[in-house]
């Protein structure tokens, strides 16, 4: 390979990283996760092209690796940055694709995946920032032609990427191992028995407090991100707080913090895996079970959905009639023995262990029963249609 094509390379290579460290930003910072949430898929998607492509480049480079090496010769400095930024780039890839995968992958290696991914980010970022700073004099801005072995090389990272995608699809549409998700139960402690009257609109209940639970918990073993597309948190006032079951069914419910603390309580350890690759495993849940709040009202007939609506005002999702009455599918105010905290969604929030944590809305305080689906908040903004975890993650 000619220097030229060696300087064209770095060149490409130079534009290519920018793209993804920005990009990797952007899709990273919480406080924007809100406002790019439009955009979010379409710019995964270009980041993960732009990753395929740094492989590309680093294989393009590979043919004359060997006589650029020899040439640097005696320039430790520079030796030093080819092989910190082959290791970088080694390092994105493999974690990368791994994130890319994360349905068809363990979530332990994807939660591993994801935590080094972004460390080799926070590295390289002072890295290329020292590198670009340095190099900025020496580098011709000559305007960039595309060779047809260059063009060669992206179309195949473009096909690449397109067959990656289809064999996703194909997977699903096969229904191949891995690739669809299962109905498993997660494991469902004994529902705790219900104190006083199942229905605290009943006549003359008395509504208690509930005493302050004291049991063993195994304590949840993980960090929640705190994923949140709206900038602040919805306040709770126990005095003025209300939650709201309506649409299809034989009794609109509107039950006071008090009353909600009456219904039936049932208690769960479950995992939970947000669909970028995080998890925390072994949550102790402890609330009212869906199911239990839907015999409560009474569902007609002509429904098929459940729609959640949270107090930030702008996040929805649903869920099929059969899902939302699943023994695990709970709306918890009790977290690993203690209230669940405002950021984790308190004081009342839905639980949903077997699909990826988008679809367990936060600040849930109201429930509508509707008859046709609803696309959530993600799933208009390009989430995948099947939120099912694969089989047995649920554990
Ligand atoms: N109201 C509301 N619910 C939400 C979200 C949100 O931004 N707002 N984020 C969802 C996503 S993508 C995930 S992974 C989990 C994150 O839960 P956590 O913030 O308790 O970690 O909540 C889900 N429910
Ligand atoms: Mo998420």
Not at 21 to 31: E, F, H, K, N, R
Not at 350 to 363: C, D, F, G, R
């Amino acid at each position: 390979m000619e220097m030229a094509d060696l300087t064209r390379l770095h060149r490409y290579n130079g534009w290519n990283l920018l793209f993804l460290i920005l990009s990797g930003i952007l899709l990273y910072m919480p406080a924007l996760r809100g406002p790019l949430a439009p955009i979010r898929t379409p710019l995964k998607d270009l980041h993960i092209i732009s990753g395929i492509l740094s492989v590309v480049l680093l294989l393009a480079y590979l043919p004359a690796a060997r006589g650029h090496w020899q040439r640097l010769n005696q320039r430790t400095g520079q030796k030093a940055n080819v092989l910190f930024l082959g290791a970088l780039l080694l390092g994105w890839a493999v974690t990368g694709v791994m994130l890319w995968i994360n349905r068809v992958m363990p979530p332990g290696w994807a939660e591993w995946a994801l935590i080094w991914h972004d460390r080799l980010t926070w590295v390289a970022i002072p890295w290329a920032a020292a590198h670009s700073a340095t190099r900025y004099y020496k580098w011709r801005w000559v305007r960039v032609t595309v060779p047809v072995t260059d063009r060669r090389l992206f179309l195949a990272g473009a096909a690449a990427f397109v067959g990656a995608l289809a064999w996703g699809r194909l997977g699903q549409w096969l229904k191949l191992p891995g690739f669809d998700g299962s109905q498993e139960s997660a494991r469902v402690l004994a529902a705790a028995p219900a104190t006083g009257s199942h229905d605290p609109l009943a006549p003359g209940s008395k509504i208690t407090m509930p005493a302050v639970w004291d049991y063993p918990t195994p304590g949840a073993r993980g960090r929640f991100r705190i994923y949140n597309v709206t900038a602040s948190e919805p306040a709770f006032d126990p005095q003025t707080w209300r939650f709201r079951v309506g649409g299809l069914v034989n009794r609109s419910v509107d039950l006071s913090w008090q009353e909600f603390l009456e219904l039936p309580r049932s208690k769960q350890i479950s995992n939970f895996h947000c669909i970028t690759g995080w998890s925390v495993y072994d949550c102790t849940w402890e609330g009212v079970r869906l199911s239990d709040l839907l015999d409560y009202a009474g569902v007609k007939p002509a429904a098929t959905h459940v729609k959640f609506y949270s107090a930030d005002g702008v996040y929805t999702d649903s869920l099929p009639l059969d899902v939302a009455r699943l023994p695990d599918v709970i709306l918890p105010y009790r977290f690993d023995g203690g209230a669940v905290p405002t950021k984790l969604g308190g004081p009342v929030r839905l639980i949903v262990p077997q699909m990826y944590a988008y679809k367990s809305v936060k600040w849930v305080d109201r429930i509508e029963l509707i008859d046709r689906n609803h696309d959530g908040y993600w799933a208009v903004r390009g989430y995948p249609n099947d939120p099912w975890l694969r089989k047995g993650e649920t554990g």
